[in-house]
């Protein structure tokens, strides 16, 4: 649908790729217009995307815009790092194998332009090298080997980007992170491999913003905005974008446990846009970490589901937040 409204220029192409941008600002003028010509070419409705089931890749990405399901989607970050090298092949077949819905998976580029998952800009803490990942070439990352959660070398060598997304297609959703940088370079990749439809990529951007860098891609990719609800604003920031935007999902973080708006979103966002919470660390989630919830995964996942409302949760530990869903029949 394209129209008008209040001065505003409204791209609509389902909840996850949904642009309003002002009109009656001359320095985005020129832009509008781009925005009109690439929606004309690029934009179709995502629902329209999700009808073709492909494998399970797709299934979860239709499960996502079900408002009325239960399931809780695990999202793994750097895949299941605890067993295996984060951002690894093994990793991946290890989370892949488990169960969970999402891979958290980062991106860097070598000096000659190949992207390779490595969540660091150096190699130092997770290869048996050192250096800037940006200053090494692929040729000398072939002979490196990643290092465990203990620290301790394994046979486990650095993937690039396109063997990570041949070995995830059609089986799971992967939010790519660090990838912003690189979108003009990775969207052929994904269209070569087959992958589009199961990237999610997230930001903390403004609408505009988000429409200059990636809205051709939004037919595609899905978006998801990041917001620290411990900021003053933060719930007019969360109503703006949900209005401009119309994200399948926000990302919300907060470190203060005694802060409020945690509780106040959820009845905001219910029926428009899913929430996705961080168990990683404490600072992340208000105290509501995965360590934590191997004392009581009730106390931890329950709250955070149950009261703040999550429907997509990050771990450390996929496998006892799964085990835990189970048990309550929300996966």
Do not use: C
């Amino acid at each position: 649908m394209f129209g008008s409204k209040e001065n505003l220029i409204f791209i609509e192409t389902g909840r996850s790729a949904s642009i309003i941008i002002k009109n009656n600002m001359k320095k985005y003028s020129l832009l509008s217009h781009l925005l009109f010509a690439a929606a004309i070419s690029f934009f179709q409705p995502v629902f329209a995307q999700q009808s073709n089931d492909k494998g399970k890749g797709e299934s979860l990405r239709a499960e996502l815009f079900k408002e009325n399901s239960d399931k809780v989607f695990v999202v793994a970050h750097r895949a299941d790092w605890r067993n295996f090298p984060e951002n690894s092949m093994g990793a991946i077949r290890s989370a892949i194998a488990m169960g969970v819905d999402i891979l958290e998976l980062d991106v860097q580029r070598t000096k000659d332009g190949v992207l390779v998952l490595m969540h660091d800009a150096t190699l130092n803490r997770t290869t048996s090298g050192k250096g800037k990942v940006s200053e090494t070439v692929y040729a000398e990352l072939e002979k490196l080997r990643l290092r465990n959660g203990a620290n301790v070398i394994t046979r486990e060598r650095i993937p690039t980007l396109e063997e990570a997304l041949l070995e995830i297609k059609d089986k799971v959703l992967v939010n790519l992170d660090k990838a912003d940088r690189y979108f003009d370079e990775i969207y052929p990749m994904l269209q070569r491999t087959g992958t589009t439809s199961q990237i999610i990529m997230k930001g903390s951007a403004d609408a505009l913003t988000v429409a200059e860098k990636f809205g051709p891609y939004l037919r595609d990719v899905l978006y998801m905005p990041i917001v620290n609800i411990d900021q003053q604003g933060a719930i007019d920031k969360v109503l703006t974008l949900d209005d401009q935007l119309a994200p399948v999902a926000f990302e919300l973080t907060y470190k203060d446990t005694t802060h409020t708006a945690a509780r106040k979103i959820k009845p905001i966002l219910k029926g428009r846009s899913l929430i996705w919470y961080n168990s990683l660390w404490a600072s992340l989630s208000g105290g509501l970490d995965d360590d934590r919830a191997v004392e009581d995964p009730a106390k931890i996942y329950g709250f955070l589901i149950d009261t703040l409302g999550a429907r997509i949760i990050q771990t450390d530990r996929p496998e006892l937040l799964i085990n835990y869903l189970k048990s309550r029949g929300l996966h």
